[in-house]
């Protein structure tokens, strides 16, 4: 894969967080952490070589179960599309087209940022509510700092569904070069 220009959207994340970082004591990489974001600036190819689709550049992890948070590079995309991959080491269905666009993926965090998004996949019937007002439980950092990512990345409260997911995976999933299956049994 060749050197691909950091998207602007991204570059606007990685600025909010050059920006936030001083306000709350922490490193651009991980002053969105508690927002669901621990950013890899610049974004890496490879990021668990087994499972990351080998055409995608891994821009954030959740921090939990190294599940991660990439965008998919490929010549055969539409100018302006750019898909986000959340890759899941430890589930079954180890990639998932979540969002076309960057602006579509930062817009599901608009209430509790994105830590949870890997619970769709687990818990159908209530992971798609948690996303659709502020939850009590989220972190009072994390509550702190989206306000500012909202300014930063003009978001608005737009939940992610399965039904949206399923239509992505349509459209995109055939796209990701996927690693072979390891066999952990040998």
Same mark, same amino acid.
Not at 25 to 41: H, K, N, Q, R, T
Not at 67 to 94: F, K, N
Not at 129 to 135: D, E, T, V
């Given at each position: &894969?060749?050197? #691909?220009?950091?998207?602007?959207?991204?570059q606007?994340?990685?600025?909010? +967080?050059? +920006?936030?970082?001083?306000?709350?004591?922490?490193?651009?990489?991980?002053?969105?952490?508690?927002?669901?974001?621990?950013?890899?600036?610049?974004?890496?190819?490879? @990021?668990?070589? @087994?499972? #990351?689709?080998?055409?995608?550049? !891994?821009?954030? #992890?959740?921090? /939990?179960d190294?599940?991660?948070?990439?965008?998919?590079?490929?010549?055969?995309?539409?100018?302006?599309?750019?898909?986000?991959? &959340? #890759?899941?080491?430890?589930?079954?269905?180890?990639?998932?087209?979540?969002?076309?666009?960057?602006?579509?993926?930062?817009d599901? /965090?608009?209430?509790?940022? @994105?830590?949870?998004?890997?619970?769709?996949?687990?818990?159908?019937?209530?992971?798609? %509510?948690?996303?659709?007002?502020?939850?009590? !439980?989220?972190?009072?950092?994390?509550?702190?700092?989206?306000?500012?990512? *909202? *300014?930063?990345?003009?978001?608005?409260?737009?939940? %992610?569904?399965?039904?949206r997911?399923?239509?992505?995976?349509d459209?995109?999933?055939?796209?990701?070069? !996927?690693?072979?299956?390891?066999?952990?049994? +040998?």
């Amino acid at each position: &894969m060749q050197h #691909t220009p950091i998207p602007a959207a991204l570059q606007a994340l990685y600025d909010a +967080a050059v +920006a936030a970082g001083p306000q709350f004591d922490l490193s651009p990489e991980a002053v969105f952490d508690y927002s669901g974001l621990i950013l890899e600036i610049p974004p890496v190819r490879d @990021w668990i070589d @087994w499972c #990351t689709p080998r055409n995608v550049m !891994t821009f954030a #992890t959740t921090g /939990g179960d190294s599940v991660h948070y990439s965008y998919l590079v490929d010549e055969r995309l539409p100018e302006g599309v750019c898909p986000i991959v &959340m #890759t899941l080491p430890c589930a079954s269905s180890l990639n998932m087209v979540i969002a076309e666009s960057f602006q579509e993926f930062f817009d599901y /965090g608009y209430h509790v940022g @994105w830590f949870s998004l890997e619970q769709l996949h687990y818990d159908e019937e209530e992971g798609e %509510p948690y996303f659709c007002q502020p939850s009590p !439980t989220f972190s009072e950092i994390g509550s702190q700092q989206l306000p500012l990512l *909202r *300014r930063a990345l003009n978001m608005k409260p737009v939940p %992610p569904t399965l039904a949206r997911f399923a239509e992505l995976q349509d459209k995109y999933f055939a796209l990701l070069d !996927t690693p072979p299956a390891p066999d952990f049994e +040998a």
